[in-house]
DNA sequence: CGTGATAGGACTTATTGAGTGTTAGCGCCA
DNA sequence: TGGCGCTAACACTCAATAAGTCCTATCACG
């Protein structure tokens, strides 16, 4: 139930990325600074990210990383499983694997459907559509209702 | 974007309860042993569960735990809120109070439709649902997804 | 008054988030 | 062509939190 500080700088990254977007690797730094990101913490995660296959990366003088593929073909989902393994697992485990007995039977449908839920928005909005501001209309509907911008 | 085991085990709990609906309190172990969890942790988590008035307890020879309003008064959230804080945190804090730097500035808005989407979810199921197996219909619709059903 | 139950800490252990330091490869330039 | 400054890559430490255990006080009822 909590966005991790890991998943969070590596959609920043790869935002920074898209929105870097040209045929010149950018380098680490220049993310870290642009996004406020401690620079050794996010190298870590670049490299999850290149052992991922989202983004490329190259050495030397005149180095830096890029988006291994366009970044309209990237999703949130994407980025946050690349970094922290599957979305919503129950007690660290797919929510399929866990074990309801009796009265918690229907549990397991609504983590379910929590994870349901969970997928629409972020297997929708791409790396392209943050790095633009232009989110799909489905995703800035729930964002403006004020009711959730209240922390409750 | 996990669901930590007190949460889950938190739910079971009072679903069991709502489930063993008597005038007669449960004991603890009772509910420990009906739903497969560890008896002192379930301690713990009653402990907090009592705290935040959702609860009631009774010792002595006769003693145990039930609930302290109707199951049907109970969300999903409610139980989630007692033991573990607001849902969807970003880095432990409310996503409003992050800063976002230029390219990732609608990035917010993404983690509030997030938060969002979860919300509608453990805030209309209640705990008598869970208890009887009959969730809301725009639960089930989305459970009923077999999409949903793979780890992906 | 004694049995059986909760109350509620204090205390391990494991995991993971967060951050640091070191190593090794690349490309330029003398 | 050989070294030097730049970069990514990787191994490692430290801290915080989650998960689970254990112990002792306290209370209620028969």
Do not use: C
């Amino acid at each position: 139930m909590r966005i991790s500080a890991k998943a969070d700088y590596a959609v920043r990254a790869m935002v920074e990325l898209a929105a870097s977007a040209s045929e010149k690797p950018v380098k680490a730094e220049r993310l870290a600074t642009a996004q406020d990101i401690p620079l050794n913490f996010l190298e870590n995660i670049l490299g999850e990210l290149r052992h991922a296959g989202l983004v490329r990366s190259h050495r030397g003088a005149e180095g830096g990383f890029r988006l291994a593929k366009d970044a309209a073909e990237i999703s949130v989902a994407d980025v946050i499983r690349a970094v922290e393994g599957p979305l919503a697992s129950v007690r660290g485990a797919p929510p399929e694997e866990s074990q309801y007995n009796g009265a918690s039977e229907a549990l397991l449908r609504v983590w379910i459907a929590v994870r349901a839920n969970l997928r629409h928005v972020v297997e929708e909005v791409t790396v392209a559509d943050v790095a633009s501001g232009k989110l799909p209309k489905s995703i800035d509907k729930l964002a403006d209702d004020p009711d959730m911008w209240v922390t409750r």
